[in-house]
């Protein structure tokens, strides 16, 4: 099995791709989109999303970080796929799946979905600019308003010679909303033996045992399940092989925190590195209890010193035996 973590615009930059593939169990990433429009963009614009390719398109643990590309015409497209894998990307991923407005209606993402035959265009056409070697995936969700198309767009998708699909089991209208529906994604192999990886709503081993099981696919991606847990691939792996890895406690999730404020600091203005930090204890609450009261307390906080302090004192408490006077 392997297991991707999946795209995330604005939540997963390189910093907590650095930080998450160091936990294990992710055998691939995706940059934040590229917005392909009406040009060639210029290399500054691949390696500000990707620093990656500096370091052979890896992250530091070695997993490969494929370049995700959006838009809606294919040469242009196909061209700047071309300049991403001359910059030494190892993958080239094509998104039809995002349903942000703004996107959309600059002829981007999921509304491509309405038309198959632009989709089987635009992914035969960046196919083609990129040399062999050099894996291109597609990743989409079910449709757009329903899913009558889906077969369609996936057999655009196989005709055009790519190597992988990932499908979002959604289609736009149904935003981010539970349920996904696996069982649409089994479907897809009436039409293909395309590589499918399964993704939308695996939160923890068990959703990913069942999602394998309905879908049929051995390997899986995982999005929000892995911000809220980042030992989520380490335990899915795990439940795969029958092999149970412990799994993360908050203690040990604390030093974490302080490792991806200090990679967000080196890397952004200070007056931005806090951001990231307190999005990520947005998600983390909904798995760690205390992650929302650490929440409460960086919440307001703008100076990195601050944060750095709160960060402190939080690891300190949690140390502290739980009968010590201290915190009786
Ligand atoms: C904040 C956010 C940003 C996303 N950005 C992208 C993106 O840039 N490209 C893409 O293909 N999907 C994007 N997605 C969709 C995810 O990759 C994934 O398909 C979706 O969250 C379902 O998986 P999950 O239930 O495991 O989170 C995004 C989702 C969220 C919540």
Redesign the pocket.
Known sequence: MRLML??????IDHTMRELLTSLGGVDRCVT??VRVTDRLLPPKVFHRLCPELASGGRTSSGVPVYL?LLGGQASVLAENAARAAELGAPGIDL?F??PAKTVNRSDGGSVILREPGRVHAITAAVRAAVPAHIPVTV?TRLGYEDQSLFLDIVRGIDAAGVDELTV?ARTKRHG?RPP?YWEEIARAREVTRLPLIA????WNPADAMRCREITGCNDL?????ALCRPDLPRLVAGAATGDHPAPLRWEQVLPLLSHFFELNLAHYDACFAPNPLKQWLVYLRAHYFPAALLFEQVKRLRQPREIQLALRAAIADARRPAHSPATA
Not at 6 to 11: D, I, L, R, Y
Not at 199 to 202: A, C, F, K, Q, R
Not at 221 to 225: D, E, K, S, T, Y
């Open positions: 999946a795209p995330m615009e604005g939540v934040e989109f995700q998104n799946g995002c990743k979002h981010y996904a993704n939308g709503e695996i991606m995982l999005g929000r399940g």
